[in-house]
C-alpha cells in the first residue's frame, strides 16, 4: 500500500513538497456516507439559508462577575485583507458575507478593512472545492469568480468532512493528497497566501441528521455516518500539524465526554449543521488561528 502511494504522489504532486507520508492511524477502514458528493447536483438553497428550529432565549440571572476587560488591538501589516474561506456546507452555513468572523477579527485589528468570500458550497467534497480554487462555477444560480482570482490574503481549507468520499478503501490516502493539493494549488496561484487548515464541529451519533428533510438514519446509520466524519477531521488536524500549517479546531473542542458532537454546537433543526453557538464557535477558532498565528502581521 505504502509503495503504491508513494508512486500515486510521485505522479500526481512530483512538481510538490507539501506532502508527507500519511499515519498509519488514519488508515483504517470505515463506512459509507450519506450526503451527495457529485458536483453535478447542487442544492436548491444555501444551507446558510435554510431556517432552523430558534434556540430558546432565556432571560440572564444577573450576575456580579466582573465586566471583561477590552479585547487587546494589535498592528497589521497593511491597511485592508481579503479573507476566503473553501469548504461545503459547514461553510456555507456560516453565511455569505463571513460576518461573526469579520467582526472578531475587526476587534482585533480595528484599523483594517475586511473583505470576506465564502466559498463554501453544499453537497459537494474536496475534488470539487480543488476545482473551485481556479475555476469559476454557479451555485444556486449566483456566478462565482475562481477563488484565486480574488486574491485573498488568507484562505481557510476546511475539511469537507461532512461530504466525503463515495468509497471506503484509501479515501483517508486520498483526502490527505487532496488537502496537499488544495494547499499546493494555492501556493502555485498566490506565493504569498497564508493557509488556515479547518477541522469543523463534531457531530453527534446520537441525533445526527434528525429533522432534516429527505434523511432518516436509523441508529446503525447514525454510528456509521458520524464515525466516518470524525476520521475525515481527525485526518485534516493530523495533516495541518504535520505540515506546520495553522489549524483552527474546533472538532477536537466540541466533542463531550462521550465522543459525540456537543449538542449546543448543532442546529435543532437538522441535527448536521450550525447551532448559533456552534457557528460563533468555529468562527471563532478560524479568528484564533488567523490572530494567534499573527498571519496578518
Known amino acids: 500500500m505504502h509503495a503504491f ?3 500515486f504522489i510521485g505522479i500526481a504532486f512530483a512538481a510538490e513538497t507539501i506532502l508527507s507520508p500519511v499515519p498509519e492511524d488514519v488508515l483504517s477502514s470505515f463506512g459509507s456516507i450519506m450526503i451527495s458528493t457529485t458536483t453535478e447536483a447542487f442544492p436548491d438553497v444555501s444551507f446558510g439559508d435554510i431556517m432552523i428550529t430558534p434556540t430558546p432565549t432565556v432571560t440572564p440571572t444577573p450576575s456580579l462577575t466582573p465586566t471583561p476587560s477590552p479585547i487587546p488591538t494589535r498592528t497589521a501589516r497593511k491597511q485592508s485583507f481579503t479573507i476566503a474561506l473553501l469548504g461545503d456546507s459547514m461553510v456555507d452555513t456560516l453565511g455569505s458575507d463571513l ?21 463554501g ?12 480554487i481556479t475555476n469559476g462555477y454557479t451555485y444556486l444560480g449566483n456566478p462565482m469568480p475562481a477563488l484565486v482570482s480574488q486574491n485573498p490574503d488568507v484562505v481557510v481549507i476546511e475539511s469537507f468532512g461532512y461530504n466525503p468520499f463515495s468509497f471506503d478503501e484509501g479515501a483517508m490516502d486520498k483526502h490527505w493528497l487532496a488537502l496537499g493539493k488544495a494547499v499546493s494549488t494555492l501556493r502555485n496561484a498566490l506565493p504569498n497566501v497564508r493557509i488556515v487548515i479547518g477541522a469543523t464541529i463534531a457531530p453527534n451519533a446520537s441525533v445526527f441528521g434528525d429533522g432534516a428533510s429527505g434523511l432518516s438514519f436509523d441508529p446503525i446509520a447514525k454510528s456509521q455516518k458520524v464515525t466516518v ?12 500539524k504535520s505540515q506546520g500549517l495553522p489549524l483552527a479546531d474546533a472538532y477536537h473542542p466540541s466533542l463531550d465526554g462521550s465522543g459525540n458532537g456537543k449538542i449546543a454546537y448543532i442546529n435543532p433543526g437538522d441535527h448536521i449543521h450550525y447551532s448559533d453557538a456552534g457557528r460563533n464557535f468555529f468562527s471563532q477558532k478560524i479568528a484564533g488561528a488567523i490572530i494567534n498565528n499573527k498571519l496578518l502581521e
Request: proline share 2%; glycine share 8%.
Open 5 to 7: 502511494l508513494s508512486l
Open 121 to 132: 458550497v453544499g453537497a459537494t467534497n474536496i475534488d470539487f472545492g480543488i476545482e473551485r
Open 229 to 240: 466524519i470524525k476520521k475525515y477531521l481527525e485526518n485534516a488536524v493530523n495533516f495541518a
Open 99 to 119: 460576518g461573526i468572523l469579520k467582526q472578531m477579527l475587526s476587534k482585533t485589528y480595528p484599523s483594517v478593512g475586511f473583505t470576506m468570500k465564502n466559498y
